[in-house]
């Protein structure tokens, strides 16, 4: 018995919004971490601690995965309903769903639900 072809993912296109990911993570990276400024004023010292903060490590990591292209995970409620954004309201699927994977040419599809991966 032949096996039917799952059904396709829907997918929509958000155009600049790879770029806008990219530019809130290289600006978490070029901010440092929020902390350091109420724990020491000596710039050198600032400059070591966020060399060693994990927030600035994870940005610079995520900076340099948005820089090869790879598709990342961003939430649904970051672009629904924005004027930033006006072609997500062309999207049916986007307020069914908590995160999206978005893709370097800024295609976007639904992510699955952590629980349904674990199943």
Request: aromatic share 6%; charged share 35%; glycine share 6%.
């Amino acid at each position: 018995m032949p096996r039917e072809r799952a059904a396709a993912a829907p997918t929509g296109r958000i155009p600049g919004l790879y770029e806008h990911i990219r530019e809130i993570w290289q600006g978490r990276v070029c901010d440092g971490d929020p902390r350091v400024p109420f724990i020491i004023d000596d710039p050198a010292e600032r400059r070591r601690l966020n060399r060693k903060s994990p927030m600035v490590r994870e940005a610079k990591r995520m900076v340099e995965k948005l820089n090869r292209g790879e598709p990342v995970c961003y939430p649904c409620g970051h672009v629904g309903g924005r004027d930033r954004f006006p072609e997500a309201r062309n999207i049916p699927w986007l307020a069914d769903h908590r995160e999206m994977w978005v893709d370097a040419d800024d295609s976007v599809r639904p992510a699955q639900p952590y629980r349904l991966a674990l199943a």
